[in-house]
């Protein structure tokens, strides 16, 4: 707690300047810290999305596996050429 003298009615020049500095410093912090925060959001919803995409395409994926595995046996696919090995 500041010392109160009798006359004192304001801060000294210099007490206020200290004061607008860390005030203007925490105001940035909670600006920063809230584009952060929906940075995160935003990004965190993308990733949900992607993820339940690739959930998907792996179904597709054993889908087309299994169906190949039943045509062709349990064989190993070359993606280049397409041989079956």
Partial sequence: MIKQT???????????????????????????????TLDLDNLTKEKNKLVEHAFKVNEQRLEIVKNLGDKYGDKQVNLETGELE
């Fill in 6 to 36: 009798e006359n004192q009615t304001h801060l000294t020049p210099e007490e206020l300047q200290k004061f607008r500095d860390i005030h203007q410093e925490y105001q940035t912090a909670l600006f920063n810290l809230g584009l952060i």
